[in-house]
């Protein structure tokens, strides 16, 4: 069967640096994906990796080796605006995406 | 990047009635949109594949009669709940994809059922 996995919560303190890890097996691969989601919104997209290597957007990175089924989301410089759900989602080889149950990542002052 | 519109945001019905929801693609066309439940604290589990022009497809454990998908042109896709009952209260969002990357998200649609 499919499945991603992560963990389910993460704390950290503002202004430090966190890195949330996903681990995947899925019938082929097309892209992973991280999103962000607050408590009763819609998921807001934030980077996308197909090919091994770390993809750096601002505070945000991720990371995929696609060789160990492994990625990672790490965020600087954490602010209390972080504080969120953080989904790991796979496509797989019939460019279906595949969700993790996701990250809820608490940001303490 | 893309903008989707679901509506309405939230709705609150009476058990037995039916609530439609709507999803737009506002500044692209969209052949396939999909649409998604997730109950408090799980992840989205896929409901359904929305095709323009033609049958939805369903995942295991759907029921397609009592969730109706129209996909009638390749900016719109509805999903109408049909007599609507407590257990249906959970957060639908609907998505479409531009291409192979990213998929783009409503705003989601909170159902509450009394």
């Known amino acids: 069967g499919q499945n991603i996995d992560q963990p389910t919560e993460m704390t950290a303190t503002e202004g430090a640096i966190v890195q949330i890890n996903c681990t995947y097996q899925?019938?082929?691969?097309?892209?992973l994906f991280w999103y962000q989601q607050h408590a009763g919104e819609a998921p807001t997209f934030l980077s996308y990796?197909?090919l091994d290597g770390l993809e750096e957007k601002g505070r945000f990175s991720s990371f995929l080796s696609r060789s160990k089924g492994y990625s990672y989301l790490l965020l600087k410089e954490l602010q209390m605006k972080d504080s969120a759900s953080y989904l790991c989602?796979?496509?797989?080889?019939?460019?279906?995406?595949?969700w993790g149950a996701g990250t809820k990542l608490i940001i303490k002052p | 990047g893309a903008v989707v519109s679901q509506h309405p945001s939230w709705v609150i019905c009476k058990s037995g009635t039916s609530v439609k929801i709507e999803c737009r693609s506002l500044?692209?066309?969209?052949?396939?949109m999909f649409w998604y439940r997730q109950f408090p604290k799980q992840s989205l589990m896929l409901m359904a594949t929305?095709?323009?022009?033609?049958?939805?497809?369903?995942e295991q454990g759907v029921e397609k009669d009592k969730f109706l998908i129209n996909h009638a042109s390749l900016t719109l896709s509805t999903l109408t709940v049909t007599s609507a009952h407590p257990e249906d209260s959970s957060f639908y969002i609907c998505?479409?994809?531009?291409?192979?990357?990213?998929?783009?998200f409503g705003q989601g649609t909170r159902l509450t059922v009394v």
């Open positions: 998505s479409a994809g531009a291409g192979v990357t990213e998929a783009f």
């Open positions: 500044d692209f066309q969209a052949t396939t």
């Open positions: 929305s095709n323009e022009g033609s049958k939805a497809t369903y």
């Open positions: 899925t019938s082929g691969f097309n892209g």
């Open positions: 990796n197909v």
């Open positions: 989602a796979v496509k797989d080889s019939n460019y279906q995406l595949i």
